[in-house]
C-alpha cells in the first residue's frame, strides 16, 4: 500500500486539492473578462473558478502518467479500489480545504462542484484516451462554456454552461453528481488490459 | 521515422476534423452580414473569427509534436540531423491543418464578397499567418518542457486565454500584438489601420521566431549549458515586443479607422440644367456620395433623394451634399449609414436623424431637459411621418411617445401625413416645425408652444 500510495502520488493529490480548496474565497471575487462575439455587450466575464478548476484535475492525470505502470500492473490488489481510494482523497481534501477556507470567510462550494465536473471529464478522458491527452477534455469544456455559455437575450447562462455561475443551482449540483459517479464508475470500473492498453498475446 | 511520420498525420488529421466542425458552428453563430457583404477587407478581417479555433488547434499540435520529440531525448543522444529539419518535419502537418481552418473560413466568408471593388488584404491574411505560427511554437516548446498530460491542455487554455483575454485589457498595444481584435472589422465605410496590421505581424512573427530559437536548445545534441541560444531567444522576444509596442504607440482601443472620403464616388442624379451653348452642365443638390459598391442596386440614392427633396420642401434647408459614412462633417454635409445589407427606410432614416442632430444639453433643469427632450422625440416623429412614403415606410424608427404626449402632437402628425400625400403645410404647423427643429440645436431658441 505504502508503493502504491508513493508511486500515484496520493499525497501530491491530497496536498494540490487541500489548496485549490482553500483558495476558494480569494478566487471567487476573479474575473477575467473575454471578448464577446456572440452579440450583446462587447466584453463578458468569466469567472476565475473555471480556470482554477482544471488544476487538480489536470494534475490528478500528471501524476496518474508519471506513476510507476509497472508497479500497478503487476500489483495484486484489487486496482479498482485502490483507484477509488485516489479519487476519494481528491474530494475529501478539496472538501477539507473549502471548509477550513470557509472558517475565516464565507463557505463557497462552487469550486468543489466546478472541480468535481471537470475531474468527471477528466477520468472519462483517462479512461477513453490516454493519459496525456484526457485534460482536453476539460479543459475544452471549460472553453466551450467560456466562448458559447453567455445567454445574452434571457440574460445569465445557459443551463449546460453552470461553471459560469456563481451561485450553484440545485441542477448543476445534480449534473455534477451524475458525471462524477459515472466517470468514476467508467475509471475504475475498466479491465486491467483496457487500462494498460495491453495486448494479449495468447493466441 | 515511418512510425513518427504516421503519427504527425493522424494527430494533424484529427485535429483538423474537429476543428472544421468548431470552427464551422463558431463563425455560424458570429459572422457579422454588416461587415463582410460587399468589402474584401470585412471578409479578409471577418476570416480571424476562426483564429480562435486554428490558434488553438496550432497550440495542441505542437504541443503535442513536442512531447513526442521530448520523449526521445534529441537533446542528450548524438544526432546528426540538425534541429530546423527535426521541427519542420514534425511541425509541418499540424501548422497545415490550422491553416486549412483558416483558409476555409475565408472560401466561405468569400462568397459575401461578390460586388465588391477592393481586393482581399494580403497583410492581413500574413497577420492571421503568423499569429497560426506563433502558437504552433508556443505550444512546441510547452511540449518540449512539460510532461504531456500538462503540455497539451496547458497549450489550449494559454492560446485561448491569450487570444481573448488580451482583447480586453487596457493597455492597447496588448490587444493588436494578440491580433484577435483584428477580426472586428470593418462596415464598407470603415478600415483597418495598418499600423494594428503591423503589430500583430511584428508582434506574432517575431515571436514565433524567438521561440523557434528557444525550441532548438531541446533539439541540439549538447553536454554545455547553451547560454547563447536562450540569450539569442530573450533578445529576439524583446525586441519582438519592444518593436510591436513601437508599432502600436499610438493606436487607441479599436484598429478600426474612418475610410477616408476621397475614395467616394458622388452623383447627382436629378435636376441637370444646361445654360449658354448648352455644353455647361451643373447638378442641383443633393449630391450623394458613396463609397464603391455601398449601394450596389442603387436603391439608397433614389430614396435618399426623395426624402431630402421633402425635408427641403418643408423649408429646413438640408446640407447639399450626403456622404455615406460617419466621419464628422461640416455644415453643409450630412453623414448616413449605409451597409450593402441595409434596407433604404433604414438609410432615409439615418439621413433625417442625422441631420437634426441630438437635443442639445443646455444645462437647464431637470423639467426643462424633459420638455427639451419631448420636443426632440415629436419632431423625429413628425418628420418621420412626412417623409415616409408607400415604398419607404420609417415610421418603425420613430422614438416612443406615450398616449398623453401623443394626442398632443396629434395635429401636427395628420399635418405630416397629409403633407407625405403631397399636401403643403398650414403656417401654424410650418411655424412649430421650424421653432422646434431649431430648438432642438440651440439653447438661444425657445421651444414651441404645446412641447
Known sequence: MKLWTKSRGIVEIAICSFLVGLSAPIILSFQLTLPNLTGGPLFAQVPGTILLSLVPSIYYSYLYEKSNLITLILTKRKLWFLELAAILTFMVAMVLGVLVSGTFSNLNWELFRDSAFSLSLELTGLTLTSARIASLAPASWVLLCALFGHDFQNGGFHQWAFLLEQDSTQLSWIITTITLTLGTALFVGQGRQWRFKLKSHSS | ?451
Open chain 2, 1 to 451: 521515422m515511418k512510425g513518427v511520420w504516421k503519427s504527425t498525420v493522424f494527430t494533424a488529421a484529427a485535429l483538423l476534423l474537429v476543428g472544421i466542425c468548431v470552427a464551422f458552428l463558431f463563425s455560424q453563430s458570429m459572422l457579422n452580414l454588416r461587415y463582410v457583404t460587399g468589402y474584401w477587407l470585412g471578409v479578409t478581417a471577418q476570416s480571424g473569427l476562426t483564429l480562435i479555433v486554428s490558434a488553438g488547434i496550432a497550440a495542441i499540435g505542437g504541443a503535442i509534436e513536442g512531447s513526442r520529440l521530448k520523449s526521445t531525448k534529441a537533446n542528450q543522444i548524438p544526432h546528426g540531423r540538425k534541429a530546423w529539419h527535426i521541427a519542420l518535419r514534425v511541425l509541418w502537418p499540424v501548422f497545415v491543418a490550422a491553416l486549412i481552418i483558416q483558409v476555409l473560413s475565408f472560401l466561405r466568408l468569400s462568397t459575401h464578397g461578390a460586388g465588391a471593388s477592393d481586393i482581399p488584404n494580403l497583410s492581413l491574411l500574413l497577420a492571421f499567418f503568423t499569429i497560426v505560427l506563433f502558437h504552433l511554437m508556443l505550444g512546441f516548446n510547452l511540449g518540449l518542457r512539460l510532461a504531456p498530460a500538462l503540455s497539451i491542455p496547458v497549450a489550449l487554455v494559454s492560446s485561448y486565454f491569450w487570444l481573448g483575454s488580451a482583447w480586453a485589457v487596457n493597455y492597447y498595444p496588448l490587444r493588436y500584438m494578440s491580433g484577435l481584435i483584428l477580426m472586428d472589422c470593418c462596415r464598407i465605410y470603415e478600415t483597418l489601420n495598418a499600423s494594428a496590421i503591423m503589430t500583430a505581424i511584428a508582434f506574432n512573427g517575431l515571436g514565433a521566431i524567438a521561440l523557434a530559437i528557444f525550441a532548438r536548445r531541446k533539439l541540439v545534441y549538447s553536454k554545455k549549458p547553451q547560454i547563447a541560444i536562450v540569450g539569442t531567444a530573450v533578445l529576439v522576444a524583446a525586441a519582438s515586443f519592444a518593436v510591436s509596442a513601437n508599432l502600436s504607440n499610438g493606436l487607441g482601443p479599436v484598429p478600426v479607422v474612418n475610410r477616408p472620403t476621397a475614395e467616394m464616388k458622388c452623383t447627382s442624379s436629378r435636376h441637370v440644367v444646361s445654360w449658354g451653348d448648352g455644353n455647361k452642365k451643373f447638378s442641383l443638390p443633393p449630391k450623394i456620395c458613396f463609397f464603391p459598391g455601398q449601394d450596389p442596386s442603387n436603391r439608397f440614392a433614389a430614396s435618399l433623394d426623395a426624402v431630402w427633396s421633402d425635408l427641403d420642401r418643408l423649408g429646413l434647408r438640408p446640407p447639399k451634399t450626403i456622404l455615406a459614412t460617419n466621419v464628422v462633417v461640416s455644415a453643409n454635409k450630412v453623414g448616413i449609414v449605409a451597409t450593402p445589407v441595409s434596407n433604404p427606410a433604414e438609410v432615409t432614416y439615418s439621413l433625417v436623424s442625422d441631420f437634426v442632430g441630438q437635443p442639445i444639453d443646455c444645462g437647464e433643469s431637470e423639467a426643462a431637459w424633459i420638455k427639451r427632450d419631448l420636443n426632440y422625440r415629436s419632431l423625429i416623429n413628425f418628420l418621420l411621418r412626412a417623409t415616409s412614403h408607400n415604398a419607404l415606410d420609417m415610421t418603425g424608427f420613430a422614438p416612443s411617445l406615450d398616449p398623453a404626449e401623443r394626442a398632443t402632437f396629434d395635429n401636427r402628425f395628420a399635418s405630416a401625413i397629409a403633407f407625405s400625400r403631397g399636401e403643403s403645410l398650414n403656417t401654424a404647423t410650418s411655424m412649430w416645425l421650424k421653432q422646434s427643429f431649431e430648438s432642438v440645436r440651440s439653447c438661444d431658441a425657445k421651444l414651441p408652444a404645446r412641447s
